[in-house]
């Protein structure tokens, strides 16, 4: 189940984070880290109503941020579409243990369909340089790679930045 988070799911929630950052580091992934993601980032998407967990058997196994705000890294990004209705997606993350049994996908399936409902016309995310499975996921699902940011704190290689642009805003 896919719902809305509460301040009681930060705590679960960021035991999830750190599985999912020792398993990427594991994997030489070096995209998450004791930087990132944080407390705090969490309890201000919490704050702007932005952050959704997923729930299996009753406890908290990953999450997906959906923001109408625009981080400045994202400025140099030449996108697709005009600014105003674009949707920005951050923090997806799934519990290592249920990695590629589909729930990403239904967190981003979530999500894309919160975006049309709230009017959006795109989808905008990055994703590690050296993370080729997620570059391989976004793509699959029509997301277009249009250029790179950097996160000093997390990594001195690039983030991709991609967009999707959505089937009724075309």
């Known amino acids: ?7 009681k799911d930060i705590s679960p929630l960021l035991s999830v984070t750190k599985a999912c950052a020792a398993s990427m580091i594991a994997h030489g992934i070096y995209q998450w880290n004791e930087h990132y993601p944080s407390q705090n980032a969490f309890e201000k998407d919490l704050e702007r ?3 959704y967990v997923l729930e299996v058997a ?11 705000l625009k981080d400045d890294e994202y400025q140099s990004i030449a996108w697709l579409t005009e ?12 519990h290592p243990n249920l990695q590629g049994q589909g ?18 016309i795109s989808v905008r995310l990055d994703t590690f340089s050296k993370n080729k499975r997620n570059q391989r996921f976004y ?5 277009q790679k249009l250029g790179n940011i950097y996160f000093p704190k997390q990594s001195t290689a690039p983030f991709y930045c991609y967009e999707l642009i959505l089937e009724h805003a075309k």
Not at 83 to 94: A, D, P, Q, S
Not at 113 to 118: H, M, N
Not at 139 to 143: L, M, N, S, V
């Open 49 to 51: 109503k932005e952050l």
């Open 83 to 94: 600014e105003g209705r674009n949707f920005y997606i951050h923090r997806l993350c799934v």
């Open 1 to 7: 189940m896919i719902r809305p988070a509460t301040q």
């Open 103 to 120: 729930y990403a996908r239904q967190l981003m399936n979530f999500a894309e369909e919160e975006v049309r409902k709230q009017g959006g």
């Open 139 to 143: 793509e699959a699902r029509g997301y």
């Open 58 to 68: 009753g406890a908290i196994m990953g999450s997906i941020v959906i923001s109408n």
